[in-house]
Each structure stands twice: as C-alpha cells, then as structure tokens.
C-alpha cells in the first residue's frame, strides 16, 4: 500500500532563518506531488505542484521554493522565513492516472515563525 | 475556473441529530468533487467523492452526499451525529491544470461541533 511521510511534525524556526520541509511517497511511482498551506479560516492554498523529476509549478508567488530531487520525494524550501510563513504545511500526492486522481495527504507540519 | 463555497464556518449539532454540511461549487465543466475531513493537527482523509457517475454518493463514517446540478450543490450528509464526528471538513472540487496533472480547489472548511 502507498504511504506518504512528512517531517517535521512541528517546527519553530525564528524571522530570516531557512527552512526545510520533506515529503516522501513510498508503494507508488510518478505520482503528481503537491505542498499546501493551511492557515486558520482560509481553508488550503496549493503552494506547488509537480508532475515529474526537476518540474515544479508554483501558484502563488511567495518566499517559498520547492524541488523534486527524486521520483518520490518532495522539498519545501525557504531562504529566509517571514513571519507570514507560519502555517500548516500538507504535502499530497496523487496517482497519475486521470481516472484515479484522489489526492492523498500527509500529516502536515506546523511552522511557526517567531 | 472553478470554485467552492462553504456554508457556515462553524456548525454544531448535538450527538444523534442530523448532520448537513453545506457545499456549493462553480464549475465550467462537469465536476468532480470531493469532501474531505481534518482531524486536529492532522491531514486530510478523504470521506467520499463524486465522479459523474451516481448522484447519491456514499463515503466512509456513516456520511453521504448529493450532487445536485441543478442547485450546483454536495452538500454532506450523515443521520446522527457522533462525538468522533468532531472535526473540521472541507469540500474541494477538481480542475486539470494540464500536463496530465490535477489540481483540487478547497473551500474554506467548515468546523463540526457535537455536542453531548
């Protein structure tokens, strides 16, 4: 069965510091990844999505970076954290077939910036 | 582009009483769309989705929704509310966004309450 892992669960990182978030898919191959942003009474924002190695489209201009350096692992990335970056992060995956494109989300992370 | 609107941020129903969760969508081709339930502090588990095919669609839980075309309407339902049925749930509906990728539109949640 297909699995997906996202670390860290919390994380609390200070104004200008970098981030970095992992997700990982395991029990699949080629599937479309996704980083979400989730902040209280705004529902999800899709931040990135991508559907290959090295293919990332971004959605929302932002302080944020993502890469794919592998089939199934997805990066989320920061320079220099704003405090705006707090949140809940999700990563999802999907399978890329079109007839079976339910997305499957992590446990999230919670950032806060400080 | 398609879109969706969620009724009603918060909503509380005592346990044993009926469950309706609004959801209401835009879309310039047929939808798919999906509910899904958040758990505090945890990621989204899929409860049903509809795919164009019967328009009474049955999810895990004890939960079901309607589509409605004519009313552009899923709004989710369950009999009788159960205290593990606190959660916030969000209606989403799909849009391709090329490259044999999909993307999903979330509404804005709405938070379940029951109360004992």
């Known amino acids: 069965s297909q699995t997906i892992h996202q670390w860290p669960a919390t994380l609390v990182q200070p104004v200008g510091s970098p981030l970095s978030l992992e997700c990982t898919v395991e029990g699949t191959s080629n599937p479309n990844l996704y980083w979400y942003r989730q902040a209280a009474g705004r529902g999800l924002q899709l931040l990135f999505y991508?559907?290959?190695?090295?293919?990332i489209s971004s959605e929302v201009p932002q302080n944020l970076s993502a890469s794919r350096p592998q089939d199934r692992q997805f990066i989320l990335s920061s320079k220099k954290l704003l405090l705006s970056d707090s949140g809940f992060y999700l990563c999802?995956?999907?399978?890329?077939?079109?007839?079976?494109?339910?997305?499957?989300f992590g446990a999230g992370t919670r950032l806060s910036v400080l | 582009a398609q879109s969706v609107t969620q009724l009603g941020s918060h909503v509380s129903v005592s346990e044993g009483a009926l469950v309706l969760l609004r959801c209401n969508y835009s879309?310039?081709?047929?939808?798919?769309l999906f509910w899904y339930v958040q758990y505090p502090n945890q990621g989204l588990q899929l409860l049903l989705k509809y795919t164009s095919a019967a328009t009474l669609v049955k999810g895990i839980n004890g939960f079901e929704a309607e589509f409605k075309k004519s009313e552009t309407s899923f709004h989710l339902t369950k009999p009788s509310a159960h205290m593990s049925d606190a959660a916030e749930y969000f209606c989403?509906?799909?849009?391709?966004?090329?490259?044999?990728?999909?993307?999903?539109?979330f509404g804005k949640g709405t938070k379940l309450s029951v109360i004992p």
């Open positions: 991508s559907v290959g190695i090295g293919q």
């Open positions: 999802a995956w999907s399978p890329r077939s079109i007839a079976k494109n339910i997305q499957y």
């Open positions: 879309s310039s081709v047929p939808p798919y």
């Open positions: 989403a509906v799909r849009s391709y966004s090329g490259a044999g990728s999909y993307q999903l539109t």
